[in-house]
């Protein structure tokens, strides 16, 4: 059964969330969820790359030839995930020294390829766009929601603002890469506890 | 020819010996309370504000954890307890609450109820707890800071700090008998190396843990302890004095021994023990920590599942290209 | 045991394990901020356990070599000395198990007078102590002059700098004709007596002729 | 073989329109991404040594050319005369080069301050000289044209201790820049004067 394009779009936002049910792109989920100004950040710059390389993907699906349209997919990825890192350099410069090398990185990001590759190349380029912004949404949500968890226990700040009194002692081990696996962990575990109620 | 004794079994109904899960948990409580009571009798109150806490809170959490994952509760085994009692024993006298409440909750939730409760935990709780308490506030569970308006009569420096700074010469105020009857500042529990050691014999010998693993553990440390003091004597303490500072025993007998997270064969267990002896005195000696036996558990529980592939080989097997 | 009482019991040592636990913290106040035994210092390179106990005895230094600088004369800046160590417990932890403030140290080595500490003006409430008796009783302790000793000591200096009120010269102010034998008896002899110098108790002739 | 050079006239194709496109944006957007890295990461530094100047040294700059290479040099108006340039100059260090940012009174002659702007020194050693005041002090009120040498090699600059390396690196960059500035003086001068408070 079809799938209407609002249907595609809302999917990402739940039912096929990155990274919680698509266990993918876990690199940058983990590395950058320091704070939320970075999550939010990287989550922006992947869906602007996921959308064009999309709509990009499905629209010269019938150009490119099989045996190389992993090659061509990231050629394509690779040109707007520079094209993102110019713009951040141009008029986010902080940011880009923040997300640093994970910003490159975001062409090998599983989520950016693996949705040319399972949808955008076999669908039109209407549901391939609400496809990718779903996915694209879904992570930023994603993103945020680690950092915000992780920022606001591993500092006691959020963006800069003190959440907790002065007495709270920041519980550092959030902010650190294993704090990192288990925030996303417990996350998970709420998550599939909602869902199979 | 395969020994035919190890094969004979009686026959059926077999009987059980009323040994449970509770009977272990709660004899292995019976055993630290030795070296519970010399720290109590050292620190006094606060010291029992801690252990109690500690207890109580892991009590709690566990009960929270039951009810959150809708599975009949578990408190009465003993063993959130026992961690609750086996983390208060590693902590300074005066720890804030709210360290040893968020410890517990690290111990039991994260460290253990989130793989399913107990048996199914790849780490011990205790050491999970403890490591992740340090990454975060190392400055309540540095002794030295904690413990700095009790008065002794012995030099109130952490003797592995001292180590650490001034080699082998660091802690010549202290004697081997002085560790072993507590006469050092630590953990609540840790101090009393005679109590452990006797708490740790009893606890082998009625096979509550498993001899293997504690013996190889304590003479790993012995034996790498005793390769670097034979290397340069000026900088690195003797065998003896690694082995009754710092978490030595309490980590030989009731932390590296924790069921789930070692190993159930004898040559594993040998390997698994050893290993974390060894480590501990690296980390102590070249690493950048004081203490290494909080990650040389955790290292070593993490070598487990593989080191448990080394088993005794089935007598009869399958044969493919008969 | 049944499960459920096991459970039950379960139950019942949590809670008093908790409840043990938050009475130990809560009847404890917080012994790490105030006058340690050892100060803990961190540093960028090793961290620091300076121990005030083995600097007084091996290396024989005096509270007064790195606290107060009395030569400056705290008082005016300093709120007063009680304000640190407090009349409610003269222990001072820095000196280990049971050490006591001393206060001949302090007047003997460090050569201050009671004054210096005690009876000083309260910047807080703008007023020092009105009543002699709020803190001397009828009789003395070792470390608090009885009432009327205290007087003797301490109000005279000031009546006699003024000229006002009881002085030195006129003890009839106070002690009436009957009560200046009383006086006498009860508070000059006293001293006579240590030092052994003018009418004493058991010379009662020396004064009361025949 | 029609296959054969379908894919290769795919991949040229879409290469070319990705290095294309790239190429357009990277020149559209070089001048505010060197905008951008002047003021987060030289900015700072540039800041730091001119700190009694009225205007903003970053925004004020001109370039010249020495021995066939650009070099940027900021103005700094001190007491409304601009008689500050900042200048950045490079010496070998433990780890790579080692760049310093000088700031020369051209009216005297004399160094103002130097700040360190990048180095790769081993951290905790050789990186002190990024907070080592004391050492970069030493250098203030020396006549930019002079010889710079840690007291080891018979100048008078006090290493500082533990990192000879770094601090003979900045000797060196100080001593180049004072060359360079021997060598343009009188065009630092002419251009100078443009700017006005």
Known sequence: MAKTIGQEFVKGLWEEIPPFRLVLGLCPTLAVTKSVENGIGMGLATTFVLVCANILVSLLSGVIPSKIRIACFIIIIATFVTVVELMMQAYAYQLFQNLGIFIPLIVVNCIVLGRSEAFASKNKVVPSFADGLGIGIGFTISLTVISAVRESLGTGKIMGNQLFGSSFEPFSFMVEAPGAFICLGLLLCVMNMVSSK | MPDRKKLTVSYAPFWHDGSSISTKQYHIIAATMLAVIAGLLRYGAPALGVLSLSVGSAMVWEYLMNLATRRPVSIADGNAALIGLLFGMLLPAVTPWWVVIVGTLVAVVIGKQIYGGIGGNPFNPVAVAYAILMISWPIYLDFNAALVNYSFDFPAAYPLVLMNAYGAGGIEAFSLTDFLMGRQTGGIGATFGLGLIVGGIYLMARGFIRWEIAVSFLAGIFVSALCFNLYDPEAFASPGVHLLTGFSLIGAFFLATEDSSSPVNFIPMLIYGALGGVLTVLIRNQGAHVDGVIYAILIINLINPIIDKIRPKATGRVMYHA | MSDKKKRKVAYVIALVCLVVGIVCYAALPDRSQQEPVRVYYESTGENVLFDHQSHSRDFQLGCLDCHHEIAQKENGSHASCVSCHTAESSLVPALGEGGLFDHETHSQYYGLSCTDCHHMYDPESGTSPQNCNACHMETGDDYMPGLADSYHQQCIGCHQDFGVGPTMENCNDCHGPRKRADAFHDQCTGCHEAAKQGPVRDDCMGCHAY | MREMVKMVIVLVVLSSLSGGLLAGLKNKYQERIDNQILTFVKGPAIHSILKDASNDPVADRFSLSINDAEKVFFVGIIDGVPRAVA????????????????????????????????????????????????????????KAVGDFKVKNDGGEITAMSGATVTSKAVCSAVQRAGDMYQQVKSQIKDQVKNFTG
């Open chain 4, 87 to 142: 200048f950045e100059a490079f010496g070998g260090g433990y780890g790579g080069d080692l760049g310093v940012m000088v700031a020369v009174d051209v009216q005297t002659d004399e160094i103002i301050n130097i700040s360190v702007t990048t180095h790769n020194e081993t951290p905790g050693i050789g990186s002190a000289v990024e907070t080592d005041t004391d050492f970069k002090n030493q250098f203030a009120g020396k």
